[in-house]
């Protein structure tokens, strides 16, 4: 399952990347995304065509929660040096 928060869309940049903008303002504590897809180890995980290894997020010591294809506009969450947003895995 995967669900992106209205306020949010999945926008390509110049640099021929996408991620995740917020279209208005939202407030503080508001739950933005939840993710879907398969928990693989790191052996695993270098088996996956290249779109999913990127897209896929370590959630513990030697397990990555790699998503499902065709990819979700909610897979496209991006670091930040200057973020505004955390993440938790509960």
């Known amino acids: 399952m ?3 928060h209205p306020s949010l869309e999945k926008r390509e940049r110049a640099t021929g990347s996408a991620g995740i903008f917020a279209v208005r ?11 879907g897809g398969r928990a693989v180890t790191s052996e695993q995980l ?4 290249e779109a ?5 997020i370590q959630v513990h010591w030697d397990l990555y929660l790699a998503p499902d294809e065709p990819l979700h ?3 496209y969450f991006n670091h930040s040096c200057a973020p505004n947003a955390g993440f938790s895995c509960s």
């Open 46 to 49: 270098q088996l996956l065509g």
């Open 2 to 4: 995967h669900w992106l």
């Open 52 to 56: 999913r290894r990127t897209h896929s």
């Open 73 to 75: 506009p909610a897979d």
């Open 25 to 35: 303002a939202i407030e503080s504590g508001t739950l933005l995304c939840v993710w």
